[in-house]
């Protein structure tokens, strides 16, 4: 299982220990999206950093169309198939999204690919960014939610 990171937050008055997990997430701006693998390191990274982002299960569609539409190689080039049937063992991007789900590969070891998608901000914009998603707010952890704020932000 991985999840979708989304930095909801600024970097004004951030506590300098939060700003650098944030940073070994490569979350430095708001609306940037990233793809972490569950795993007990990360889940402490997210706990940390909690009051300035949010996280959730992503969808295999979802994370295919975040591939595709987002994701950017080095010189802001589109990733399509042609370029993952080269540089992986993947066919398409379908199944490169279903090996990112299943934790057999990760996004950021495809040759020159950023690692970050640059995503705009969400239709109807956040619930608020100063509350947790459980008090109705926009931070924190989401489950499965996270899949419909990837797809107002897409």
């Known amino acids: 299982m991985a999840y979708a990171v989304v930095r909801v937050r600024g970097t004004v008055n951030v506590k300098h220990e939060i700003e650098n997990t944030m940073k070994l997430l490569n979350l430095t701006r708001v609306n940037h999206c990233v793809i972490v693998p569950d ?15 949010t ?19 080095m010189g802001d080039r589109p990733i399509d198939d042609n370029y993952i049937l080269e540089n992986s063992d993947f066919t398409s991007i379908m199944s ?44 924190g952890y989401r489950g499965q939610d996270m899949n419909d704020l990837l797809e107002r932000m897409l």
Do not use: C, H
């Open 39 to 53: 795993n007990p390191t990360v889940r402490g990274m997210l706990n940390k950093a909690k009051d300035y982002i």
């Open 96 to 139: 490169l999204a279903k090996g990112i789900l299943s934790d057999r590969f990760m996004f950021k070891d495809l040759a020159n690919v950023k690692p970050v998608f640059r995503l705009g901000p969400p239709r109807k914009g956040y619930e608020g960014i100063k509350r947790s998603y459980r008090n109705r707010g926009a931070l």
């Open 55 to 73: 996280w959730g299960e992503i969808s295999e569609q979802n994370l295919a169309r975040l591939i595709k539409f987002k994701g950017r190689l």
